[in-house]
């Protein structure tokens, strides 16, 4: 089976992840492509194949006789899609020898440009695959779930030579859920890929160090008509504080390696407000000043308004796996080496958000990130070329084929 075929046989199954649920997965919806997935690894002669109560498939692909001592290494992709655009009755449009200008999307009125995506033109020519405008696509991460798959069963066709071989298709991603149940012992490999970026020929292993910021706010409600000295609108407390915030600290303004703060809700009466903020930084020392920063503002609103006015919790969601990876050079030389062998220059950039292979390298496992090769993620603007994922594939292969004769 083609990669593209899979991947649209994955995108038609809906496994939107949900937040705000005390279930294990969020979605009992995410074992319907557990199942499938588990299936078509017994196909492909993956061993110990198993699906467990966490939504986690677990599988291992043997190693070719007389490499079995060889380092172990594993691939890890996630199954939920972005909970906040649709992920149900997706319908894909496929466009051969695309031209390379302005798609329309179905009749939702939608119309991917190049104006807004000036990559489309670099794609003429390609299979592109579109939403039409009522979802998103999916390829965030059922396109690395592909790829991986496809990667394994050719290796199995064509009997290339490999080392043990570690897969897993975690759930909960898209809301930080995905490894608080991943058996790194179960998974049995030294080192992994995830495969849950953007560009093909992607490698990162730098991310954001990661915190939200949920704010309360008290206000006092009395008559406004005598409400001088005493009414205190919990709203405009909420206001005050965001205006305190540098204003061109916000995702929409910066870029690389530059930190923000990211007002994700707010909501209020006079009674009470509620903020929430992502705070993210990929230097520690610049992150852990931001969250003070934000903190003491807090802190200044009740020795302004009063004590208790402004309550916080913090919570921390991942950290930078730089300083995991680099002690594992060889994850990103290996890599580098696969992606060239593709015929693909390697980008190695910082991620500007974070990944199960962050939390997993703290955990013991180290873990890059590589590619998909989609575009738009989170949105009915998501799009991916069959081309990309084919080269994806064989960047997997080449990394496989490349530990095949090495121990580290």
């Given at each position: 089976?083609?990669?593209?075929?899979?991947?649209?046989?994955?995108?038609?199954?809906?496994?939107?992840?949900?937040?705000?649920?005390?279930?294990?997965?969020?979605?009992?919806?995410?074992?319907?492509?557990?199942?499938?997935?588990?299936?078509?690894?017994?196909?492909?002669?993956?061993?110990?194949?198993?699906?467990?109560?966490?939504?986690?498939?677990?599988?291992?692909?043997?190693?070719?006789?007389?490499?079995?001592?060889?380092?172990?290494?594993?691939?890890?992709?996630?199954?939920?899609?972005?909970?906040?655009?649709?992920?149900?009755?997706?319908?894909?449009?496929?466009?051969?020898?695309?031209?390379?200008?302005?798609?329309?999307?179905?009749?939702?009125?939608?119309?991917?440009?190049?104006?807004?995506?000036?990559?489309?033109?670099?794609?003429?020519?390609?299979?592109?695959?579109?939403?039409?405008?009522?979802?998103?696509?999916?390829?965030?991460?059922?396109?690395?779930?592909?790829?991986?798959?496809?990667?394994?069963?050719?290796?199995?066709?064509?009997?290339?030579?490999?080392g043990p071989v570690s897969v897993a298709f975690l759930p909960d991603e898209e809301i930080g859920g995905g490894t608080?149940?991943?058996?790194?012992?179960?998974?049995?490999?030294?080192?992994?890929?995830?495969?849950?970026?953007?560009?093909?020929?992607?490698?990162?292993?730098?991310?954001?160090?990661?915190?939200?910021?949920?704010?309360?706010?008290?206000?006092?409600?009395?008559?406004?008509?005598?409400?001088?000295?005493?009414?205190?609108?919990?709203?405009?407390?909420?206001?005050?504080?965001?205006?305190?915030?540098?204003?061109?600290?916000?995702?929409?303004?910066?870029?690389?390696?530059?930190?923000?703060?990211?007002?994700?809700?707010?909501?209020?009466?006079?009674?009470?407000?509620?903020?929430?903020?992502?705070?993210?930084?990929?230097?520690?020392?610049?992150?852990?000043?931001?969250?003070?920063?934000?903190?003491?503002?807090?802190?200044?609103?009740?020795?302004?308004?009063?004590?208790?006015?402004?309550?916080?919790?913090?919570?921390?969601?991942?950290?930078?796996?730089?300083?995991?990876?680099?002690?594992?050079?060889?994850?990103v030389d290996h890599a580098v080496e696969a992606t060239r062998a593709a015929g693909l220059t390697p980008i190695i950039?910082?991620?500007?958000?974070?990944?199960?292979?962050?939390?997993?390298?703290?955990?013991?496992?180290?873990?890059?990130?590589?590619?998909?090769?989609?575009?738009?993620?989170?949105?009915?603007?998501?799009?991916?070329?069959?081309?990309?994922?084919?080269?994806?594939?064989?960047?997997?292969?080449?990394?496989?084929?490349?530990?095949?004769?090495?121990?580290?």
């Amino acid at each position: 089976m083609m990669v593209n075929e899979r991947f649209l046989r994955y995108v038609g199954i809906w496994t939107s992840s949900e937040r705000n649920t005390n279930e294990v997965p969020s979605a009992m919806r995410e074992f319907d492509l557990a199942n499938v997935l588990s299936f078509e690894m017994e196909e492909i002669g993956l061993t110990g194949v198993d699906v467990d109560n966490y939504g986690i498939v677990y599988g291992k692909l043997p190693a070719t006789p007389g490499r079995e001592g060889n380092t172990p290494i594993g691939l890890l992709a996630h199954m939920d899609t972005f909970p906040g655009c649709s992920g149900k009755d997706v319908r894909p449009q496929i466009i051969e020898k695309y031209d390379g200008k302005d798609v329309k999307l179905g009749n939702s009125g939608l119309v991917l440009s190049c104006s807004e995506y000036p990559h489309l033109k670099a794609l003429a020519g390609q299979t592109l695959i579109t939403t039409d405008g009522t979802t998103l696509l999916g390829a965030d991460d059922k396109a690395g779930i592909a790829e991986i798959m496809t990667a394994l069963d050719r290796i199995q066709r064509e009997k290339i030579p490999h080392g043990p071989v570690s897969v897993a298709f975690l759930p909960d991603e898209e809301i930080g859920g995905g490894t608080d149940y991943f058996d790194i012992k179960k998974f049995g490999a030294r080192y992994a890929y995830t495969v849950d970026g953007w560009n093909p020929g992607e490698i990162t292993y730098e991310n954001f160090n990661a915190a939200t910021i949920r704010i309360d706010i008290r206000g006092r409600e009395t008559h406004t008509g005598r409400g001088k000295g005493c009414l205190l609108n919990a709203q405009l407390v909420a206001i005050e504080i965001n205006s305190r915030l540098p204003a061109h600290e916000i995702p929409a303004m910066t870029e690389g390696r530059e930190g923000f703060y990211h007002l994700r809700t707010s909501s209020g009466t006079v009674a009470e407000a509620h903020l929430e903020y992502a705070v993210r930084d990929h230097d520690d020392t610049r992150y852990r000043e931001r969250i003070s920063f934000l903190t003491d503002i807090c802190e200044e609103m009740n020795g302004k308004y009063g004590e208790n006015t402004v309550s916080w919790d913090l919570s921390e969601e991942y950290r930078n796996m730089k300083s995991c990876i680099e002690p594992c050079r060889h994850l990103v030389d290996h890599a580098v080496e696969a992606t060239r062998a593709a015929g693909l220059t390697p980008i190695i950039a910082p991620a500007r958000g974070g990944t199960d292979g962050a939390r997993l390298s703290f955990r013991g496992l180290p873990c890059p990130n590589l590619g998909i090769g989609g575009y738009a993620y989170h949105g009915p603007m998501e799009h991916i070329t069959a081309e990309a994922m084919d080269q994806v594939t064989r960047i997997l292969i080449g990394i496989i084929r490349s530990y095949a004769d090495e121990t580290v």
